[in-house]
T-cell receptor
Framework: KNEVEQSPQNLTAQEGEFITINCSYS?????LHWLQQHPGGGIVSLFM???GKKKHGRLIATINIQEKHSSLHITASHPRDSAVYIC????????????FGTGTSLTVIP | KAGVTQTPRYLIKTRGQQVTLSCSPI?????VSWYQQTPGQGLQFLFE???????NKGNFPGRFSGRQFSNSRSEMNVSTLELGDSALYLC?????????????FGSGTRLTVV
């Protein structure tokens, strides 16, 4: 069983739609990381959070520590948001050792 | 500000050979982590270096090793290459272990073993 589960695996949305990607984890964590990977492989760190909510532009990440669940929301989606979104859980006292989800492939259609 | 630099970008090696990959972190970042990404297994943690010492290692065989230099640059080495080692190898740097901010990935080295 994976320590980190994401849903959905694949997601297709129309431009402008509100998108939610979910991440559940089974380990105790010190932080939860959301990553974005575009075709070609480059990975960008979107958020690292340990509680509450963070917002950057049209992206919002929330985490519920008690329920071991995090969500990534994209408001007013755009075709340039098309990418794979990966969540990663960092257990306490492990430095930068992460357990990764398998990713959600998002396609936003104009 | 320069990002995380990985070299080479692409590499083709033959089974049984060994390979060395390089990662130069963002200036001032002292923690460097390495990850392997394959279609079958996804992203997996390889190891983390901080202050020239390996701090953590993932579940990989001893053929995978690494080191970090005094300027925080890191190398990873894979000996006796197997076909299954074909993957995208990514490194990431952060100011210190457990950083919440500033975590930055390099563009990766795509290794193909034939």
């Amino acid at each position: 069983k994976n320590e980190v589960e994401q849903s959905p695996q694949n997601l297709t949305a129309q431009e402008g739609e509100f998108i939610t990607i979910n991440c559940s984890y089974s380990v105790g964590i010190s932080a939860l990381h959301w990553l974005q990977q575009h075709p070609g492989g480059g990975i960008v760190s979107l958020f690292m959070l340990s509680s509450g909510k963070k917002k950057h532009g049209r992206l919002i990440a929330t985490i519920n520590i008690q329920e071991k669940h995090s969500s990534l929301h994209i408001t007013a989606s755009h075709p340039r948001d098309s990418a794979v979104y990966i969540c990663a859980a960092r257990p306490p006292n492990t430095g930068n050792q992460f357990y990764f989800g398998t990713g959600t492939s998002l396609t936003v259609i104009p | 500000k320069a990002g995380v630099t990985q070299t080479p970008r692409y590499l083709i090696k033959t089974r049984g050979q060994q390979v060395t990959l390089s990662c130069s972190p963002i200036s001032g970042h002292r923690s460097v982590s390495w990850y392997q990404q394959t279609p079958g297994q996804g992203l997996q943690f390889l190891f983390e270096y901080f202050s020239e010492t390996q701090r953590n290692k993932g579940n990989f065989p001893g053929r995978f090793s690494g080191r970090q230099f005094s300027n925080s640059r890191s190398e990873m080495n894979v000996s006796t290459l197997e076909l299954g080692d074909s993957a995208l190898y990514l490194c990431a740097s952060s100011p210190y272990r457990g950083s919440v901010n500033g975590y930055t990935f390099g563009s990766g080295t795509r290794l193909t073993v034939v």
